[in-house]
């Protein structure tokens, strides 16, 4: 980070790179700013932004890379910093030639005692002392050795401290660098070497799996679940200039699919048509979920789903024309673009082995640079590199998955520094504070708004990418890259928003119109070079890892990701930002989105709250548009006629946003926070101010607008805002505007809101004056409703509104008291609540002068018996009055009709009283029965103190609590003091049998007897102690008898026996552990000191242990005495070996380890230079120079004696070697000063081979001394220079190729510059420089770029200045000259003989002019003429290929429609027939002939024509067979004559005359004016022949179908399609098959139906047939004869027997003969013709009766049947009465006809006799309607009687039929 200002980097990016193979390189993307905060800057984040606004916003994006904050401190756990330890190990390259470290190496086993050495603990104990160069300078690797070993003794040996350091230097120091490193340092060394460096902090919150929220560190995100995978499928139909791509939206965990590209796609439209009218009613909005406004509904034409047209997104003006599709439909599976969701985990490690695969398979094994990843990706979005999937996880809300930043509420790693890690938890930078910063407007957002006021957290891979957005509400970012590989953003400036959204929308017009609000889905990426293009200027940043990078509000900003990385983002507001708050509100509202906040709530609450000072000019111009726009609003809806209005609920926390939910607009769906409009049909449903209209179809009076805050009080709140920025503020001078003042039309004269103000005032002052009236009060305050809302000149209205609202519920309020009161004394019993005291007196005391209400006097008076009542109880609980008085007073409180508050109070206290005293008796009862409870009686004592009543029993009880009080007392002194045991025992003897049970007295019995049990079992235990020799158990035993004993609260004297016997015990517990186990010596000499003090040292563990120590002290003296005198690897190792016998820890064991620790290193490390090295085994590691030195000399500081003859022969072999190396670089430099070559390069060559063959001698001899050596990395650059001039000099012989010299110059690119730069390389690339500008001017066939001539005499005059001789060359370039002179000779003759002019010649001309010609006049004159005729073939070629689906030449093709021609014109030939061709293919082979056309026909060429299979023996054709069925044509045939891919004749004619003035010798422009002139002779002849056939009327058709069937045939053979001739067909076709049906109902002899007689009479007309045409003229004779018939019918049907028999027959007779199908009409004639009953008639409806023996159906009326039908029926011809009377009985009244309801079938069966005339059946119902009896037959009226009779009748009783209904008639007229 920079000390100075922040200035901006302004240099060129890597992404002018160039991204396509055949297109020119674009102009390089520029880099954004780079800003660098001082420390005093960096202390406040917001206002740096301020300062680097007015630079960085020029560029729309800027990167600030911070090294000062780490994300997380360094990783101290071990499986974190061994992840990370194992990045850099994986990533980290030393020097060139060193190699590289592979693996994690195991950890060194250092210490003495063989336990390995902890990596991550030494590392963080060297950084406690500022790492290795600060613990080396403060001298602190004793501490460090002290921190890493939890054995180390106190005084830390020398070696031990050294062999830590080196074992530190060599496995961590590099690790050490590597994280302190910045950077910015390392951008540079990364182009360089090839490497990616990871982050410097080494760790991050990690992901997790989803409903668990904990952040995690690096180390466990490598195994933490990372789940919202996105990934993007790239799809086939690709823009080339433009590619969608999926964007990280939504996301949308790593989910989805990242399309690397997606096309365009077109929209159709479709317009609602009137007959979809009464379907668009029904229809409900998608959006706003109404059915109404059906005129502006939208249907989609393939869901059928409706939006209205103001509700989409964006809004349309009208309907589109054609089809319309919704958003869902074009957005379907088959078509969509973008991101595809997946809800899977992913692994962090799995994520990772999927970008190494992307990697691979795209770069292979090398690493590619950042330049090569651009360009690739570039190359893969516009589809030229083939398809890629990759994954994203971005939009990861950081309060679930975890933050790489520390928080509060995280859990602090034991290893991190509490005061660091609050540091980091506090600082402005960390980017969950970053929303919350002083100067933020977004601090008063209460929600956690993810990816506003919570970070996202991105997870990247490879060319995972985020497309061109803009941020939500167009607020700040701040992106924060945690690790991995860098990401590249691409940014527009914020003032450039509006041209780059035209560029998108010009670029990609189809998605746009099928998407209009395209650029909110994320899902589109654009090449940069496409908007420089433009003038859109585009700005690029390489965001590093420790970068952020800040993109400012509206700036259009995009990227990728070179590789696997971890990012954490979210948005900021400083105050500047309002401005563009507001617009992005209104994009929002325009295109119909939902918003994250509501901006009128955050620019309302900010203003209250109060901004900086700076920040009040921004907020200023936001409140007075909010408050010009609401004012203009509310004023127009009350114009519009919307006077009902309501105040909105008041926020539970109004200084915050997000406490409460506001409601939507249903058509814009902005959130509605300063006023809504509501409607009581749609009582859920809400609209904004500006979509009053949209909301229902209801009158504007039935709407209501819902508002939060006054008009006046928004202006107050614009004036407070306009007063703090320093402005005089006496009036509003924005409210002096050019709005005019509201004013509308009230009973036919316009009045202004002002006076119709006025007007309500002094009808609502008048109605405050007179008598209460509800209906005038409720009506004044609902008109007030227009009024409320408005500004300070209505605050009058407003007042009296208050005043009004205050007197109406004051007079019902005492209206309902007075009735509450009258209600209580009326039922007493019944009502449970009374009014309140409290109340009423309010009511009385805040009396309204201003109504005049008579109940009032009667509320005064209730309230002063109150009074008096309250009073007297108040003086009765005063004066301790008995509990008698008490209740009576409650008596008369309760039977009082309003509610006191004291009656409660007193009822409370005459419980407590009754319920104390009974207590109290029942506790005297208790003393004199037993023992008495303390508890209780301490409680009784208590509540004594709060009665207010007088009572004997509080004396009693007082005494008795004096005498349990001093007996408690007693015991509490005992329990302090701990007694001895036998003093307690006496007190407790003398209190036994006391009559109170107290707990200090039952605790002191429980002392004394744990006291006298614990005495009991120490004695027992003593006395077998000496028996025992368990130590360890005794002294445990020990220990919690001791432990018990210091617990009792008694005294006794046991105690310190045991506690000294105790220590003897453990004592000798000790001594047999130090015997068992090595122990150190100052510890043993302990245990035998103490012994000494117990007086037992005799017994025998320590007698051994004192052996022990002398053996140990022996050996300690000698050891220190050899590490102070130096002797020899054996003598040390043979005294190490003597300690192995001493049990016990030696101090000097672990120094003398250590010193032939040492000595192995080194003598392991001289290893490597004295053993012979093996090259097969794999890479080897170069040795140091300064290493075997430092080896020679380190034995001189070691105690241990070594030998370092061998190392000194090694190097002076090196030394050696080194001098011969200096002298070979010598003499090259000597030669490499030539600056003359000579006219030859013969003698040059010998010395640059020969002194080439030295140096790689001496390298090879180098190189097997296996050293790292600085000469010999100088002539392996020496070799290569040598190596690539004699390159160089070979080109002087021979003519090169260009491929070659260019590799021979790109190779002298790397050469090193030392030896580049003089003079024999400075030569030698001058004249590659001319080798390859000659090259380039040879002219090739090959060139798509021709040279000049001029070019090439240039270059052949400037080798004169070239020192290097290419004699070959210049021969060459000569030879070409002469060649293209001669070529254009030829080119003038050609031209100036219009005669001789052929194709073929030109084309001669073309072919050698390619090989020899330089660039010219004469060769673009050919190229010209050429290109034109190619054209003329390739429109031919278009024309005919896409339609005739033939791949063969276009000569080939004509020739084939040639024949296919010649074939239709012999169908009218009679030598078809004659030599019997084939009608499809015109072969004679042989075939089937036609029995109807006489043609020929092969079936092969006949199979695919016909789909349904002839049932006939003789073969019939195709078009015949159809033609004969008049049924539509077969498929087959369709396709046959439709135009399938044959070519228009019409574009053949076109192609004949755009070919005119063409050379000679064109055989395809021949033949195809052949087959035009044949193609319109066959047309004029079929349009002749089906022009007579239609005008034919007759009745004979084969004189239609003869012609239909010749044109049938040519039109399926010809090779071309005319639609003329097809439609004629068609035409003709359909006369002749509607002539062909009538003529198969006339001659077929089967009955039609009426149905389709008329269908073919409508067609008929349709058709346009002539009403001379015969076929025509017998169809409607038909159809005339038919209805008439059916008329008749019908009348005879249902005539209930008036037509005579004879007609019916007759009727009956003529439908048999119709043409038409008329069977159910003759069948209910033939029922009709049906007779009933005795009267002979057809059935009229009347109820009748069947007999159940012969099933005849009579009359009720005709057989004197009166009543209920009987149960069995016998007609007098089955079962006669033999001359019986009759009896007549009486009808009651109440009976109904059996008939017509109960019973009896109402419909008779058809088998009856015939009927009798009309006029008999007329007088037989008179006749029988006139009697008022039932006859009954006097037997079956006897047998009633008789049960045998019964069983008879029920035997002999025939079943009902079911009754048949009559069918109606079915005629159609």
Same mark, same amino acid.
């Given at each position: 980070?920079?000390?100075?200002?922040?200035?901006?980097?302004?240099?060129?990016?890597?992404?002018?790179?160039?991204?396509?193979?055949?297109?020119?390189?674009?102009?390089?993307?520029?880099?954004?700013? %780079?800003?660098?905060?001082?420390?005093?800057?960096?202390?406040?984040?917001?206002?740096?932004?301020?300062?680097?606004?007015?630079?960085?916003?020029?560029?729309?994006?800027?990167?600030?890379?911070?090294?000062?904050?780490?994300?997380?401190?360094?990783?101290?756990?071990?499986?974190?910093?061994?992840?990370?330890?194992?990045?850099?190990?994986?990533?980290?390259?030393?020097?060139?030639?060193?190699?590289?470290?592979?693996?994690?190496?195991?950890?060194?086993?250092?210490?003495?005692?063989?336990?390995?050495?902890?990596?991550?603990?030494?590392?963080?104990?060297?950084?406690?002392?500022?790492?290795?160069?600060?613990?080396?300078?403060? =001298?602190?690797?004793?501490?460090?050795?002290?921190?890493?070993?939890?054995?180390?003794?106190?005084?830390?040996?020398?070696?031990?401290?050294?062999?830590?350091?080196?074992?530190?230097?060599?496995?961590?120091?590099?690790?050490?660098?590597?994280?302190?490193?910045?950077?910015?340092?390392?951008?540079?060394?990364?182009?360089?070497?090839?490497?990616?460096?990871?982050?410097?902090?080494?760790?991050?919150?990690?992901?997790?799996?989803?409903?668990?929220?904990?952040?995690?560190?690096?180390?466990?995100?490598?195994?933490?679940?990372?789940?919202?995978?996105?990934?993007?499928?790239?799809?086939?139909?690709?823009?080339?200039?433009?590619?969608?791509?999926?964007?990280?939206?939504?996301?949308?965990?790593?989910?989805?699919?990242?399309?690397?590209?997606?096309?365009?796609?077109? &929209?159709?439209?479709?317009?609602?048509?009137?007959?979809?009218?009464?379907?668009?009613?029904?229809?409900?909005?998608?959006?706003?979920?109404?059915?109404?406004?059906?005129?502006?509904?939208?249907?989609?034409?393939?869901?059928?789903?409706?939006?209205?047209?103001?509700?989409?997104?964006?809004?349309?003006?009208?309907?589109?024309?054609?089809?319309?599709?919704?958003?869902?439909?074009?957005?379907?599976?088959?078509?969509?673009?973008?991101?595809?969701?997946?809800?899977?985990?992913?692994?962090?490690?799995?994520?990772?082995?999927?970008?190494?695969?992307?990697?691979?398979?795209?770069?292979?094994?090398?690493?590619?640079?950042?330049?090569?990843?651009?360009?690739?990706?570039?190359?893969?979005?516009?589809?030229?590199?083939?398809?890629?999937?990759?994954?994203?996880?971005?939009?990861?809300?950081?309060?679930?998955?975890?933050?790489?930043?520390?928080?509060?509420?995280?859990?602090?790693?034991?290893?991190?520094?509490?005061?660091?890690?609050?540091?980091?938890?506090?600082?402005?930078?960390?980017?969950?504070?970053?929303?919350?910063?002083?100067?933020?407007?977004?601090?008063?957002?209460?929600?956690?708004?993810?990816?506003?006021?919570?970070?996202?957290?991105?997870?990247?891979?490879?060319?995972?990418?985020?497309?061109?957005?803009?941020?939500?509400?167009?607020?700040?970012?701040?992106?924060?890259?945690?690790?991995?590989?860098?990401?590249?953003?691409?940014?527009?400036?914020?003032?450039?928003?509006?041209?780059?959204?035209?560029?998108?929308?010009?670029?990609?017009?189809?998605?746009?119109?099928?998407?209009?609000?395209?650029?909110?889905?994320?899902?589109?990426?654009?090449?940069?070079?496409?908007?420089?293009?433009?003038?859109?200027?585009?700005?690029?940043?390489?965001?590093?890892?420790?970068?952020?990078?800040?993109?400012?509000?509206?700036?259009?900003?995009?990227?990728? #990701?070179?590789?696997?990385?971890?990012?954490?983002?979210?948005?900021?507001?400083?105050?500047?930002?309002?401005?563009?708050?507001?617009?992005?509100?209104?994009?929002?509202?325009?295109?119909?989105?939902?918003?994250?906040?509501?901006?009128?709530?955050?620019?309302?609450?900010?203003?209250?709250?109060?901004?900086?000072?700076?920040?009040?000019?921004?907020?200023?111009?936001?409140?007075?548009?909010?408050?010009?726009?609401?004012?203009?609003?509310?004023?127009?809806?009350?114009?519009?006629?919307?006077?009902?209005?309501?105040?909105?609920?008041?926020?539970?926390?109004?200084?915050?946003?997000?406490?409460?939910?506001?409601?939507?607009?249903?058509?814009?769906?902005?959130?509605?926070?300063?006023?809504?409009?509501?409607?009581?049909?749609?009582?859920?449903?809400?609209?904004?101010?500006?979509?009053?209209?949209?909301?229902?179809?209801?009158?504007?009076?039935?709407?209501?607008?819902?508002?939060?805050?006054?008009?006046?009080?928004?202006?107050?709140?614009?004036?407070? %805002?306009?007063?703090?920025?320093?402005?005089?503020?006496?009036? &509003?001078?924005?409210?002096?505007?050019?709005?005019?003042?509201?004013?509308?039309?009230?009973?036919?004269?316009?009045?202004?809101?002002?006076?119709?103000?006025?007007?309500?005032?002094?009808?609502?002052?008048?109605?405050?004056?007179?008598?209460?009236?509800?209906?005038?009060?409720?009506?004044?305050?609902?008109?007030?409703?227009?009024?409320?809302?408005?500004?300070?000149?209505?605050?009058?209205?407003?007042?009296?509104?208050?005043?009004?609202?205050?007197?109406?519920?004051?007079?019902?309020?005492?209206?309902?008291?007075?009735?509450?009161?009258?209600?209580?004394?009326?039922?007493?019993?019944?009502?449970?609540?009374?009014?309140?005291?409290?109340?009423?007196?309010?009511?009385?005391?805040?009396?309204?002068?201003?109504?005049?209400?008579?109940?009032?006097?009667?509320?005064?008076?209730?309230?002063?018996?109150?009074?008096?009542?309250?009073?007297?109880?108040?003086?009765?609980?005063?004066? =301790?009055?008995?509990?008698?008085?008490?209740?009576?007073?409650?008596?008369?409180?309760?039977?009082?009709?309003?509610?006191?508050?004291?009656?409660?109070?007193?009822?409370?206290?005459?419980?407590?009283?009754?319920?104390?005293?009974?207590?109290?008796?029942?506790?005297?009862?208790?003393?004199?029965?037993?023992?008495?409870?303390?508890?209780?009686?301490?409680?009784?004592?208590?509540?004594?103190?709060?009665?207010?009543?007088?009572?004997?029993?509080?004396?009693?009880?007082? @005494?008795?609590?004096?005498?349990?009080?001093?007996?408690?007392?007693?015991?509490?002194?005992?329990?302090?003091?701990?007694?001895?045991?036998?003093?307690?025992?006496?007190?407790?003897?003398?209190?036994?049998?006391?009559?109170?049970?107290?707990?200090?007295?039952?605790?002191?019995?429980?002392?004394?007897?744990?006291?006298?049990?614990?005495?009991?079992?120490?004695?027992?235990?003593?006395?077998?102690?000496?028996?025992?020799?368990?130590?360890? #158990?005794?002294?445990?035993?020990?220990?919690?008898?001791?432990?018990?004993?210091?617990?009792?609260?008694?005294?006794?004297?046991?105690?310190?026996?045991?506690?000294?016997?105790?220590?003897?015990?453990?004592?000798?517990?000790?001594?047999?552990?130090?015997?068992?186990?090595?122990?150190?010596?100052?510890?043993?000499?302990?245990?035998?000191?103490?012994?000494?003090?117990?007086?037992?040292?005799?017994?025998?563990?320590?007698?051994?242990?004192?052996?022990?120590?002398?053996?140990?002290?022996?050996?300690?003296?000698?050891?220190?005495?050899?590490?102070?005198?130096?002797?020899?690897?054996?003598?040390?190792?043979?005294?190490?070996?003597?300690?192995?016998?001493?049990?016990?820890?030696?101090?000097?064991?672990?120094?003398?380890?250590?010193?032939?620790?040492?000595?192995?290193?080194?003598?392991?490390?001289?290893?490597?230079?004295?053993?012979?090295?093996?090259?097969?085994?794999?890479?080897?590691?170069?040795?140091?120079?300064?290493?075997?030195?430092?080896?020679?000399?380190?034995?001189?500081?070691?105690?241990?004696?070594?030998?370092?003859?061998?190392?000194?022969?090694?190097?002076?072999?090196?030394?050696?070697?080194?001098? #011969?190396?200096?002298?070979?670089?010598?003499?090259?430099?000597?030669?490499?000063?030539?600056?003359?070559?000579?006219?030859?390069?013969?003698?040059?060559?010998?010395?640059?081979?020969?002194?080439?063959?030295?140096?790689?001698?001496?390298?090879?001899?180098?190189?097997?001394?296996?050293?790292?050596?600085?000469?010999?990395?100088?002539?392996?650059?020496?070799?290569?220079?040598?190596?690539?001039?004699?390159?160089?000099?070979?080109?002087?012989?021979?003519?090169?190729?260009?491929?070659?010299?260019?590799?021979?110059?790109?190779?002298?690119?790397?050469?090193?510059?030392?030896?580049?730069?003089?003079?024999?390389?400075?030569?030698?690339?001058?004249?590659?420089?001319?080798?390859?500008?000659?090259?380039?001017?040879?002219?090739?066939?090959?060139?798509?770029?021709?040279?000049?001539?001029?070019?090439?005499?240039?270059?052949?005059?400037?080798?004169?200045?070239?020192?290097?001789?290419?004699?070959?060359?210049?021969?060459?370039?000569?030879?070409?000259?002469?060649?293209?002179?001669?070529?254009?000779?030829?080119?003038?003759?050609?031209?100036?003989?219009?005669?001789?002019?052929?194709?073929?010649?030109?084309?001669?001309?073309?072919?050698?002019?390619?090989?020899?010609?330089?660039?010219?006049?004469?060769?673009?004159?050919?190229?010209?003429?050429?290109?034109?005729?190619?054209?003329?073939?390739?429109?031919?070629?278009?024309?005919?290929?896409?339609?005739?689906?033939?791949?063969?030449?276009?000569?080939?093709?004509?020739?084939?429609?040639?024949?296919?021609?010649?074939?239709?014109?012999?169908?009218?030939?009679?030598?078809?027939?004659?030599?019997?061709?084939?009608?499809?293919?015109?072969?004679?082979?042989?075939?089937?002939?036609?029995?109807?056309?006489?043609?020929?026909?092969?079936?092969?060429?006949?199979?695919?024509?016909?789909?349904?299979?002839?049932?006939?023996?003789?073969?019939?054709?195709?078009?015949?067979?159809?033609?004969?069925?008049?049924?539509?044509?077969?498929?087959?045939?369709?396709?046959?004559?439709?135009?399938?891919?044959?070519?228009?004749?019409?574009?053949?004619?076109?192609? %004949?005359?755009?070919?005119?003035?063409?050379?000679?010798?064109?055989?395809?422009?021949?033949?195809?004016?052949?087959?035009?002139?044949?193609?319109?002779?066959?047309?004029?002849?079929?349009?002749?022949?089906?022009?007579?056939?239609?005008?034919?009327?007759?009745?004979?058709?084969?004189?239609?179908?003869?012609?239909?069937?010749?044109?049938?045939?040519?039109?399926?053979?010809?090779?071309?399609?005319?639609?003329?001739?097809?439609?004629?067909?068609?035409?003709?076709?359909?006369?002749?098959?509607?002539?062909?049906?009538?003529?198969?109902?006339?001659?077929?002899?089967?009955?039609?139906?009426?149905?389709?007689?008329?269908?073919?009479?409508?067609?008929?007309?349709?058709?346009?047939?002539?009403?001379?045409?015969?076929?025509?003229?017998?169809?409607?004779?038909?159809?005339?004869?038919?209805?008439?018939?059916?008329?008749?019918?019908?009348?005879?049907?249902?005539?209930?027997?008036?037509?005579?028999?004879?007609?019916?027959?007759?009727?009956?007779?003529?439908?048999? @003969?119709?043409?038409?199908?008329?069977?159910?009409?003759?069948?209910?004639?033939?029922?009709?013709?049906?007779?009933?009953?005795?009267?002979?008639?057809?059935?009229?409806?009347?109820?009748?009766?069947?007999?159940?023996?012969?099933?005849?159906?009579?009359?009720?009326?005709?057989?004197?049947?009166?009543?209920?039908?009987?149960?069995?029926?016998?007609?007098?011809?089955?079962?006669?009465?033999?001359?019986?009377?009759?009896?007549?009985?009486?009808?009651?009244?109440?009976?109904?006809?059996?008939?017509?309801?109960?019973?009896?079938?109402?419909?008779?069966?058809?088998?009856?006799?015939?009927?009798?005339?009309?006029?008999?059946?007329?007088?037989?119902?008179?006749?029988?309607?006139?009697?008022?009896?039932? &006859?009954?037959?006097?037997?079956?009226?006897?047998?009633?009687?008789?049960?045998?009779?019964?069983?008879?009748?029920?035997?002999?009783?025939?079943?009902?039929?079911?009754?048949?209904?009559?069918?109606?008639?079915?005629?159609?007229?």
């Amino acid at each position: 980070m920079g000390k100075g200002r922040s200035l901006p980097a302004t240099t060129a990016s890597p992404s002018g790179c160039s991204f396509g193979s055949d297109a020119p390189a674009p102009a390089p993307v520029p880099e954004a700013p %780079v800003f660098r905060p001082t420390e005093e800057e960096f202390a406040d984040p917001l206002a740096y932004v301020a300062r680097i606004r007015p630079v960085a916003e020029r560029y729309g994006i800027c990167r600030i890379p911070i090294h000062r904050l780490l994300a997380r401190p360094a990783p101290a756990d071990p499986d974190t910093f061994l992840l990370d330890y194992a990045r850099f190990l994986k990533a980290y390259r030393g020097p060139p030639g060193r190699g590289r470290k592979k693996g994690l190496p195991k950890s060194p086993a250092a210490l003495s005692d063989g336990r390995p050495l902890d990596l991550c603990r030494l590392f963080h104990a060297v950084k406690r002392f500022g790492g290795y160069d600060g613990a080396c300078e403060g =001298r602190r690797w004793d501490d460090v050795v002290r921190l890493v070993d939890d054995r180390a003794p106190r005084h830390v040996p020398e070696c031990a401290k050294h062999v830590l350091a080196q074992l530190y230097h060599e496995h961590l120091y590099e690790y050490e660098k590597f994280t302190n490193k910045p950077v910015s340092s390392q951008d540079g060394k990364q182009e360089e070497s090839g490497k990616v460096d990871l982050d410097d902090q080494p760790s991050v919150s990690g992901l997790k799996d989803e409903g668990r929220s904990q952040s995690v560190s690096g180390g466990e995100m490598d195994a933490a679940e990372v789940s919202g995978v996105r990934s993007r499928k790239r799809r086939d139909a690709i823009n080339k200039k433009a590619i969608g791509m999926a964007s990280h939206g939504n996301s949308n965990g790593i989910t989805g699919k990242n399309a690397a590209s997606a096309g365009p796609r077109k &929209r159709k439209s479709r317009k609602v048509d009137d007959a979809e009218t009464n379907k668009v009613d029904d229809q409900v909005c998608e959006q706003c979920d109404s059915g109404l406004h059906g005129d502006a509904m939208l249907l989609c034409d393939r869901c059928d789903k409706g939006w209205h047209l103001y509700c989409l997104s964006p809004p349309l003006e009208s309907v589109p024309p054609g089809n319309w599709y919704c958003s869902d439909c074009m957005n379907s599976d088959s078509d969509c673009f973008g991101f595809v969701e997946r809800r899977k985990t992913c692994l962090l490690d799995a994520f990772q082995r999927f970008d190494e695969k992307v990697k691979r398979r795209w770069f292979g094994q090398r690493r590619p640079s950042r330049v090569q990843v651009e360009k690739q990706f570039w190359e893969i979005v516009e589809g030229r590199a083939g398809e890629l999937e990759v994954m994203y996880g971005s939009d990861m809300d950081t309060s679930v998955y975890g933050s790489g930043f520390p928080r509060l509420g995280d859990p602090v790693p034991p290893s991190v520094d509490l005061e660091m890690w609050q540091k980091y938890c506090s600082s402005p930078w960390n980017l969950n504070n970053f929303p919350n910063l002083p100067g933020s407007v977004l601090r008063t957002v209460q929600d956690k708004i993810a990816g506003v006021m919570v970070p996202w957290l991105y997870i990247g891979m490879l060319f995972s990418s985020f497309c061109w957005h803009v941020e939500d509400h167009c607020f700040y970012s701040i992106n924060y890259l945690h690790w991995g590989e860098p990401k590249c953003w691409y940014g527009v400036p914020g003032a450039e928003a509006n041209a780059f959204e035209l560029v998108m929308r010009n670029t990609l017009p189809d998605l746009f119109d099928a998407q209009p609000d395209l650029l909110f889905h994320l899902v589109t990426m654009l090449n940069p070079s496409v908007l420089q293009a433009n003038g859109v200027p585009v700005y690029s940043v390489m965001q590093e890892p420790g970068n952020f990078v800040i993109t400012f509000p509206r700036s259009y900003h995009g990227g990728f #990701n070179l590789g696997l990385n971890c990012a954490e983002a979210v948005n900021f507001a400083p105050a500047d930002w309002l401005p563009h708050g507001g617009i992005g509100a209104e994009l929002y509202r325009m295109y119909r989105k939902a918003p994250v906040l509501s901006h009128e709530e955050l620019l309302y609450v900010v203003a209250k709250n109060g901004v900086r000072s700076e920040s009040l000019s921004y907020l200023k111009g936001e409140i007075e548009r909010l408050f010009l726009k609401e004012k203009k609003c509310r004023e127009e809806l009350w114009t519009n006629g919307i006077v009902k209005s309501s105040l909105m609920p008041a926020r539970s926390n109004p200084n915050y946003i997000g406490s409460e939910e506001d409601p939507m607009c249903v058509i814009c769906r902005q959130y509605l926070y300063l006023s809504a409009v509501s409607c009581n049909c749609r009582p859920s449903s809400y609209v904004c101010l500006e979509h009053w209209k949209h909301l229902c179809e209801c009158s504007p009076e039935k709407h209501r607008l819902l508002y939060r805050h006054t008009l006046a009080e928004l202006g107050d709140l614009a004036c407070e %805002v306009k007063a703090l920025s320093g402005e005089n503020v006496k009036q &509003r001078p924005f409210l002096l505007n050019d709005i005019p003042a509201p004013s509308k039309k009230v009973k036919d004269r316009y009045i202004s809101y002002a006076q119709l103000a006025e007007d309500w005032l002094s009808e609502s002052d008048r109605i405050l004056h007179m008598p209460f009236l509800d209906t005038a009060y409720s009506t004044a305050l609902e008109a007030s409703g227009q009024f409320l809302w408005g500004d300070h000149d209505m605050d009058s209205v407003r007042n009296m509104a208050l005043k009004l609202t205050e007197a109406k519920k004051w007079v019902l309020s005492v209206r309902n008291c007075i009735s509450r009161i009258d209600e209580f004394l009326l039922c007493k019993h019944k009502c449970s609540e009374k009014v309140k005291y409290v109340e009423i007196e309010k009511l009385v005391a805040i009396r309204c002068k201003s109504s005049c209400e008579p109940g009032l006097p009667q509320l005064q008076a209730y309230v002063e018996k109150g009074k008096m009542m309250i009073s007297e109880i108040n003086i009765a609980l005063s004066s =301790r009055s008995t509990v008698e008085h008490l209740e009576t007073l409650y008596s008369r409180a309760s039977e009082f009709p309003i509610e006191l508050t004291e009656t409660s109070t007193l009822c409370c206290e005459i419980s407590f009283a009754k319920s104390w005293l009974k207590k109290t008796c029942d506790l005297l009862e208790q003393n004199r029965a037993g023992t008495i409870d303390i508890d209780l009686l301490n409680t009784l004592k208590l509540e004594m103190v709060q009665l207010r009543v007088v009572a004997p029993e509080i004396e009693l009880l007082s @005494n008795l609590w004096k005498e349990a009080e001093s007996l408690r007392k007693r015991c509490q002194s005992y329990l302090q003091d701990s007694p001895v045991l036998k003093e307690l025992g006496s007190f407790l003897l003398a209190l036994d049998g006391t009559k109170f049970s107290i707990p200090e007295l039952n605790l002191l019995k429980q002392h004394y007897s744990g006291a006298c049990c614990w005495a009991s079992l120490v004695n027992g235990i003593l006395r077998k102690l000496f028996e025992r020799n368990d130590y360890h #158990n005794i002294v445990e035993e020990l220990a919690g008898i001791v432990r018990d004993g210091k617990s009792l609260r008694v005294k006794v004297d046991e105690l310190p026996i045991v506690e000294k016997e105790l220590r003897r015990s453990f004592c000798r517990k000790q001594a047999c552990e130090a015997l068992a186990t090595q122990m150190s010596m100052d510890f043993i000499e302990e245990i035998l000191t103490q012994a000494s003090i117990l007086t037992i040292e005799e017994e025998l563990p320590f007698v051994d242990l004192s052996q022990l120590l002398k053996n140990a002290t022996a050996w300690e003296q000698k050891a220190r005495l050899m590490l102070e005198q130096s002797a020899s690897l054996s003598e040390f190792e043979d005294h190490i070996r003597c300690a192995e016998d001493i049990q016990a820890i030696l101090p000097s064991a672990q120094n003398m380890k250590a010193q032939i620790v040492v000595a192995r290193s080194w003598m392991d490390k001289c290893q490597a230079y004295l053993s012979p090295r093996c090259d097969e085994l794999g890479p080897v590691v170069l040795l140091k120079v300064d290493d075997l030195k430092d080896l020679i000399c380190r034995p001189a500081s070691m105690e241990v004696i070594l030998d370092t003859s061998a190392l000194n022969s090694v190097l002076s072999k090196v030394e050696k070697w080194e001098h #011969n190396s200096l002298s070979l670089l010598i003499n090259l430099r000597t030669l490499l000063h030539l600056n003359v070559v000579g006219s030859t390069v013969d003698p040059l060559e010998r010395n640059l081979e020969e002194l080439q063959n030295k140096i790689s001698a001496a390298i090879e001899s180098g190189l097997s001394l296996g050293f790292e050596l600085k000469v010999l990395n100088e002539l392996k650059d020496c070799l290569l220079t040598v190596g690539w001039m004699l390159r160089a000099l070979s080109f002087c012989s021979r003519i090169p190729l260009l491929e070659d010299v260019d590799r021979a110059i790109e190779e002298a690119v790397n050469l090193p510059a030392s030896l580049l730069n003089c003079p024999l390389a400075t030569l030698l690339m001058s004249g590659l420089s001319w080798l390859r500008k000659a090259l380039v001017l040879l002219p090739e066939s090959e060139k798509s770029v021709k040279p000049k001539l001029e070019n090439a005499e240039n270059i052949l005059a400037e080798h004169q200045k070239i020192a290097v001789p290419y004699s070959i060359m210049t021969a060459e370039l000569e030879d070409a000259i002469s060649k293209h002179k001669s070529w254009t000779e030829q080119c003038h003759a050609f031209f100036m003989l219009p005669d001789y002019q052929s194709w073929a010649g030109l084309l001669r001309l073309r072919d050698r002019g390619q090989s020899v010609a330089f660039d010219c006049c004469e060769m673009d004159r050919v190229v010209l003429d050429i290109k034109k005729i190619d054209g003329w073939f390739n429109q031919c070629r278009c024309t005919l290929s896409a339609d005739v689906n033939d791949n063969g030449s276009l000569l080939s093709i004509l020739q084939k429609i040639s024949r296919s021609l010649d074939n239709a014109s012999m169908l009218y030939a009679e030598d078809c027939k004659k030599k019997e061709f084939c009608v499809i293919c015109s072969c004679d082979v042989v075939a089937s002939r036609c029995v109807i056309c006489q043609d020929w026909y092969h079936s092969s060429c006949v199979e695919s024509l016909l789909a349904s299979k002839q049932t006939t023996s003789e073969y019939i054709c195709p078009f015949c067979f159809s033609l004969e069925g008049g049924d539509p044509l077969e498929k087959g045939i369709q396709e046959r004559i439709s135009k399938g891919n044959r070519p228009a004749l019409s574009a053949l004619t076109e192609l %004949v005359s755009s070919a005119k003035g063409f050379y000679k010798g064109i055989e395809e422009l021949d033949l195809l004016e052949e087959i035009t002139k044949k193609g319109c002779d066959l047309k004029s002849y079929l349009m002749q022949i089906l022009h007579d056939a239609d005008s034919y009327d007759g009745e004979d058709l084969s004189v239609m179908c003869k012609p239909l069937v010749v044109a049938l045939k040519a039109t399926s053979a010809a090779g071309l399609y005319d639609q003329q001739i097809n439609n004629t067909i068609e035409v003709v076709l359909s006369r002749y098959s509607w002539k062909k049906h009538i003529h198969n109902i006339l001659c077929g002899g089967r009955q039609t139906s009426i149905q389709h007689v008329m269908r073919l009479d409508k067609e008929g007309s349709n058709l346009e047939i002539s009403g001379e045409d015969f076929f025509k003229l017998e169809i409607c004779k038909i159809k005339e004869t038919s209805q008439q018939w059916l008329a008749k019918a019908e009348k005879a049907a249902f005539d209930c027997g008036e037509l005579p028999l004879d007609l019916v027959y007759g009727l009956i007779t003529e439908g048999e @003969n119709l043409s038409v199908d008329v069977e159910k009409e003759l069948k209910l004639l033939r029922d009709r013709s049906i007779l009933y009953c005795i009267c002979r008639k057809p059935y009229d409806n009347r109820a009748m009766i069947a007999c159940d023996q012969c099933d005849e159906w009579y009359h009720f009326d005709c057989i004197n049947v009166c009543g209920p039908p009987p149960e069995t029926f016998h007609c007098p011809a089955c079962r006669p009465n033999n001359g019986e009377v009759f009896i007549l009985l009486p009808r009651p009244a109440s009976e109904e006809d059996r008939a017509s309801i109960e019973a009896g079938p109402h419909t008779p069966p058809a088998s009856c006799d015939e009927l009798e005339t009309v006029e008999a059946n007329k007088c037989s119902n008179s006749n029988s309607r006139e009697k008022s009896q039932v &006859r009954v037959d006097l037997v079956k009226l006897l047998r009633q009687d008789s049960e045998l009779d019964n069983m008879w009748r029920e035997n002999k009783k025939v079943l009902h039929r079911t009754a048949r209904r009559r069918s109606n008639f079915v005629g159609l007229l």
